[in-house]
């Protein structure tokens, strides 16, 4: 075979020795191709001059978005891969104007004259006039334009003016630029006379002004001349908190800065997704929100409202906006930051009917139990629930009134009272369909309270659970006898041990007395993906062989990514089975959270030996992060040459980060060792980073 190979009638020798994506058709070169990305362009590019001109012609797909940074200015490999194909472009990182302006010269040189979204991160454009005369020269067929922590202050409507099709417009200054620039009531000078100033902008449909300018000086002017905004994200309450927190001297009033919600539907009667005045988004409200942009002729009527009740901005208009829209609404989050005036929600949560409602977060909301089991029976659609530091107890009278929630798949429970663990066993028996379920800072007033009880409970009801999320749950009063209230509670809840759990995701942190055991118990769970738990420290000492019962019993279920803090020992053997592990991509050990170890048991420590080995033998993992442990049974050579070892295979790809320190090191190996921490052999932060393509990086 070798004798064949090498000979030059062999067709395998041919195309050894040509370039092989030649000899392919171009539907399949083409094909190829559209799985590199442009880093993958790049190195091809730099091959050979064939190559180069190959990767060139087919660039068109994988460059039609870019980001640029600084030291891109001297950096022409990619120019030939620009031209007007490109549709987006990302700045980031330009603290200079020059330097920023210079690249944007740049990619209009080359061809980039149809891009469609243009993103500034961390930018500084401070001078207006240069700024407008350059944005000018990318708007012609812009329609998205993004700043986020921007370094200045941004004439706005001269922006809209400027680009003729702008249709969505984010900014959000950085805390530096609201204290140096002005940005609450000063508008920037543009010193231009050809940029005028038109009387409406029909085609702007999203705005986010999250941020805290004077509403009367210049955020009513713009909303006043954009009557078809569909969705908009005005100043949140965390931005002012930001401010406040960095820079009290420059913090306005907030009530000024709030536009007054019957103005705003007013000017903008077609808005469907509002967050003004917002505690908190997430990422399904941005996703949300590109829903109603995206099929505008779906949505008529408010559908999405976020607001949060404060000081001079009160409960009576959010009320008559909540019930005027209260037959379209699909999403509310309504929060309140203010001193109780002895009202509270309750007699509008009982009077309102949100029919279409999908979900629903309420935060700091002042209101009794009875009135919110009323909004919820009165929400046949809702799919999501989120109680959020609620000054109540829930107990199992108040929930027997609620009617079962059949499509509720999400309930989140945060900082808030069960009267006992029946209290959930009841909230649980009315959701038949729940998928994710998140139980945080919520403490029983009543014991007994045990882990293997919890999750017993909660696994018996839910059937459908595919998300378990459970942290800082405790008990108040612990002193009942915890094996007869568990005897009771499962002998209530109709047990039927037939049923085949189907957990993917389990979090378990800050709660007492998890052990080995009741890791073996969650590892009877076959579907299980991920798993992230923080041990007690107490109830696994000296239980080692039970870590590998546990780890044994792993290899039957789908672990994917597998997290296990304040472990006190990592011996070779469990290890050794964490390396045979098919489907486990992400492993994460840690000790308890100080470099010293601080413990009668004594510091953690993982093998050393095991370690290495299960680098170097594991084919699925790609990530491993150990931090605040020891390595025992390992020479100091041995950890001066661990990275040549971990990387003394090509095809291993691994890479390593995190902290380090080595004592007397020499230059060559402080260069090789650079973001690594290994004190007398003490890990305090290690991170293995296996790139999943076949090239390897060495930071």
């Not at 022409?76 to 987006?88: A, E, F, Y």
């Not at 308890?592 to 048991?601: D, K, L, R």
């Not at 921490?677 to 290690?686: D, G, K, M, P, S």
Request: proline share 4%; net charge negative; charged share 25%.
């Amino acid at each position: 075979m070798a004798t064949a190979i090498a000979g030059t009638s062999s067709p395998l020798a041919r195309l050894q020795h040509s370039n092989f994506l030649n000899a392919l058709p171009r539907e399949i070169v083409c094909a190829i191709l559209t799985y590199l990305d442009q880093q993958d362009y790049l190195t091809g590019m730099e091959t050979c001059k064939a190559w180069k001109k190959l990767f060139t012609d087919h660039a068109r797909h994988a460059w039609t978005s870019i980001q640029l940074y600084p030291h891109d200015i001297d950096d022409h490999r990619r120019d030939g891969c620009l031209g007007s194909h490109v549709k987006s472009v990302t700045f980031k990182g330009f603290d200079e104007e020059d330097t920023l302006y210079r690249v944007v010269k740049k990619i209009i040189g080359r061809g980039c004259t149809e891009i469609e979204t243009l993103v500034f991160i961390e930018c500084t454009s401070r001078n207006q006039t240069r700024f407008l005369a350059h944005l000018r020269r990318l708007a012609p067929s812009l329609t998205h334009l993004t700043m986020i922590e921007h370094n200045a202050n941004i004439a706005f409507l001269r922006v809209f003016d400027v680009c003729p099709k702008l249709t969505h417009f984010t900014y959000k200054p950085s805390v530096e630029a609201y204290v140096d620039c002005n940005v609450y009531d000063q508008e920037p000078v543009v010193r231009n006379n050809d940029v005028l100033v038109r009387e409406k902008y029909p085609s702007i449909v999203y705005l986010c002004m999250d941020t805290i300018i004077d509403k009367r000086l210049r955020l009513e002017p713009i909303l006043k001349k954009c009557p078809n905004i569909r969705s908009f994200i005005g100043a949140s309450f965390i931005t002012y908190g930001e401010i406040l927190n960095r820079s009290p001297r420059v913090s306005p009033l907030y009530h000024t800065a709030v536009v007054d919600l019957d103005k705003l539907f007013t000017w903008c009667p077609r808005i469907s997704f509002l967050e003004n005045n917002w505690f908190c988004s997430t990422h399904n409200s941005r996703r949300q929100c590109r829903k109603y942009n995206d099929n505008p002729e779906q949505t008529e009527g408010l559908q999405h409202l976020g607001v949060c009740e404060t000081d001079g901005y009160g409960r009576n208009q959010i009320e008559y906006h909540l019930k005027k829209s209260q037959r379209s609404l699909e999403h509310v989050t309504l929060s309140q930051h203010t001193d109780d005036d002895g009202i509270g929600w309750s007699a509008i949560f009982c009077s309102i009917c949100l029919d279409q409602l999908r979900t629903l977060r309420l935060r700091s909301i002042c209101a009794d139990v009875n009135s919110i089991v009323a909004m919820i029976n009165h929400s046949p659609l809702l799919e999501s629930l989120t109680l959020h530091d609620m000054q109540i107890t829930i107990d199992s009278i108040a929930i027997q009134s609620l009617c079962i929630m059949d499509q509720l798949h999400t309930l989140e429970l945060v900082e808030i009272s069960l009267s006992d663990i029946n209290s959930l066993v009841t909230i649980l028996e009315h959701c038949p369909i729940l998928e994710h379920l998140t139980i945080n800072k919520t403490h029983l007033d009543r014991g007994p309270f045990m882990v293997d009880l919890l999750i017993s409970t909660i696994n018996s009801h839910s059937t459908q659970l595919k998300y378990l999320n459970i942290i800082d749950m405790r008990a108040t009063d612990n002193s009942d006898d915890g094996e007869d209230a568990a005897a009771e509670v499962l002998d209530s809840s109709r047990y039927d041990p037939t049923h085949v759990l189907v957990t993917e995701t389990i979090i378990l942190q800050g709660m007492p007395m998890i052990s080995y055991g009741i890791l073996q118990s969650i590892a009877g769970i076959k579907p299980l993906r991920c798993l992230n738990v923080q041990l007690d420290e107490q109830a696994c000492s000296g239980k080692e062989n039970d870590l590998l019962l546990f780890a044994g019993m792993l290899a039957e279920t789908a672990i994917e990514d597998l997290t296990l803090s304040y472990i006190r020992l990592v011996p070779d053997d469990v290890l050794a089975i964490f390396a045979e592990l098919p489907r486990l991509t992400r492993l994460t050990m840690g000790g308890p959270q100080s470099i010293a170890n601080e413990s009668p048991t004594g510091p953690a420590h993982i093998n050393g030996i095991g370690l290495l080995r299960l680098i170097s033998t594991s084919r699925s993992l790609c990530n491993i992060t150990i931090s605040h442990m020891r390595m025992s049974e390992i020479a100091d050579k041995d950890a001066y040459d661990m990275e040549d070892r971990v990387l003394e295979e090509r095809d291993s790809n691994w890479a390593i980060s995190g902290e380090k320190y080595i004592p007397n090191p020499t230059d060559e190996k402080d260069d090789l060792w650079r973001n690594f921490w290994l004190n007398e052999q003490a890990l305090h932060l290690v991170e293995f980073q296996r790139d999943l393509k076949v090239r390897r990086y060495l930071y």
